[in-house]
T-cell receptor, first 114, second 111 residues
Framework: AAGVIQSPRHLIKEKRETATLKCYPI?????VYWYQQGPGQDPQFLIS???????DKGSIPDRFSAQQFSDYHSELNMSSLELGDSALYFC?????????????FGPGTRLTVL | GENVEQHPSTLSVQEGDSAVIKCTYS??????FPWYKQELGKRPQLIID?????GEKKDQRIAVTLNKTAKHFSLHITETQPEDSAVYFC??????????FGRGTSLIVHP
């Protein structure tokens, strides 16, 4: 079965640079969530989209923005990168925005900021 | 907002023993409680979930119990195997569709 696809899988950037992470949800899934996971930490919710509209906002810094496109893929844009942005970034998708709709996680993008 | 506490942070057991991980939550509106298993550097994977209209759910060696009155839920793994070694996260959602995760439990199963 098709899973959530994230690209790139690994990304190395310098401080103050920008980065764009991409997420392709499972076919027919219309909801996308972004999480940031630091070493030894639980996933922190950043932002989510349902039917191309922002649905919830978590601890996403103002330097970050995201959107969901007409084909339901999503991109997380990160600017003025800081050392503390180094983390695993997971995208998850679900069918619908409802309580108990299982979120399927992608393999993650490991971002390293030097 | 929701606050989820998870204990213990580390759990070391011998192969074949049982393992129990406990979580408490604060928002009485929460009514969906998933558990995720995450291996090092890999994605979180849903292993079992429970909804507030059910007190217990079992899937082979894994079971989850929920006490809504006390606002706590637990993961039970029986006959542990080395491949069960991973970080386990509990989560709760209800007031918001976004799950709030616990801090995780690192389970180590010694052969």
């Amino acid at each position: 079965a098709a899973g959530v696809i994230q690209s790139p899988r690994h990304l190395i950037k310098e401080k103050r640079e920008t980065a764009t992470l991409k997420c392709y949800p499972i076919p027919r899934h219309d909801t996308v969530y972004w999480y940031q996971q630091g070493p030894g930490q639980d996933p922190q919710f950043l932002i989510s989209f349902y039917e191309k509209m922002q649905s919830d906002k978590g601890s996403i810094p103002d330097r970050f923005s995201a959107q969901q496109f007409s084909d339901y893929h999503s991109e997380l844009n990160m600017s003025s990168l800081e050392l503390g942005d180094s983390a695993l970034y997971f995208c998850a998708s679900s069918l619908g925005l409802g309580l108990g709709n299982e979120q399927f996680f992608g393999p993650g993008t490991r971002l390293t900021v030097l | 907002g929701e606050n989820v506490e998870q204990h213990p942070s580390t759990l070391s057991v011998q192969e074949g023993d049982s393992a129990v991980i406990k979580c408490t939550y604060s928002d009485s509106a929460s009514n969906y409680f998933p558990w995720y298993k995450q291996e090092l550097g890999k994605r979180p994977q849903l292993i079992i979930d429970i909804r507030s209209n059910v007190g217990e759910k079992k899937d082979q060696r894994i079971a989850v119990t929920l006490n809504k009155t006390a606002k706590h839920f637990s993961l039970h793994i029986t006959e542990t195997q080395p491949e069960d070694s991973a970080v386990y996260f509990c989560a709760a959602s209800g007031g918001s569709y976004i799950p709030t995760f616990g801090r995780g439990t690192s389970l180590i199963v010694h052969p």
